[in-house]
């Protein structure tokens, strides 16, 4: 069964902190995603990853950066929390190729007090 | 700019009716794909159908049927005879280079 592992369903941060989001896949993806997702607005691109130590930005990279040093990981790095960070955060991964299909993760629901 | 367009942001239907889904997006690429994506109350989002942007032919699958028309930069999806298991959130997605998806369609089936 193909899987897509984020490292926590829950974390409370404190404003200022840096904070790591850890994704994992077992289906040796090229591909890695990182989105958030809020009410009303769906889910917008963080940043995404087409191979290892590679990175490219999304549509709302600020505030947020990445790293791939294996292609099995993807990290979501929030450089300084801040409060307006709180969000459900998916990362995703797929095969090579626009038309093949994303694998989600369950989602990390940060809360930044 | 939102380059997926879900215009409805809430449906309500009763069991057994037809429920369609209405998406446009926006692309500059001759070669895209388009996806349509069901994330329930559990949360864990799940990959539905696609269609690639050299393909018009609608098709049926089950319950599942989708009308891409490429002239409106459309990618309507219907659920045919609608089931309570059917509540969901619906996103329809483009991956033209990037995956962009869209603000969701969230859909209830009442019994």
């Known amino acids: 069964d193909v899987k897509v592992t984020q490292s926590s369903r829950y974390l409370v941060k404190r404003t200022g902190e840096k904070v790591f989001l850890e994704c994992v896949q077992d289906?040796?993806?090229?591909?890695m995603f990182w989105y958030r997702q809020d009410p009303g607005l769906g889910l917008r691109l963080i940043y995404f990853s087409y191979d290892v130590k590679m990175k490219e930005k999304g549509d709302i990279p600020e505030g947020y950066s990445v790293s791939r040093e294996k292609k099995e990981r993807f990290s979501l790095i929030l450089e300084s929390a801040s409060t307006n960070q709180t969000s459900m955060y998916l990362c995703?991964?797929?095969?090579?190729?626009?038309?093949?299909?994303?694998?989600f993760g369950q989602g990390t629901r940060l809360t930044v007090v | 700019a939102q380059k997926v367009t879900q215009a409805q942001t809430e449906i309500s239907v009763v069991e057994k009716e037809d429920v369609t889904l209405d998406c446009v997006y926006e692309?500059?690429?001759?070669?895209?794909?388009l996806f349509w994506y069901k994330q329930p109350p559990s949360g864990e989002l799940v990959f539905l159908i696609r269609?690639?942007?050299?393909?018009?032919q609608n098709e049926i699958s089950g319950r599942y049927s989708w009308n891409f028309q490429k002239s409106t930069s459309s990618f309507n999806f219907t659920i045919t005879a609608s089931q309570v298991v059917d509540s969901a959130v619906y996103f329809c997605a483009l991956n033209d280079y990037k995956l962009s998806f869209g603000a969701g369609t969230t859909v209830t089936v009442r019994a």
């Open positions: 995703a991964s797929s095969s090579p190729g626009g038309g093949t299909e994303a694998f």
């Open positions: 269609r690639n942007s050299f393909d018009e």
């Open positions: 692309t500059r690429d001759t070669t895209y794909y």
């Open positions: 289906m040796d993806h090229e591909n």
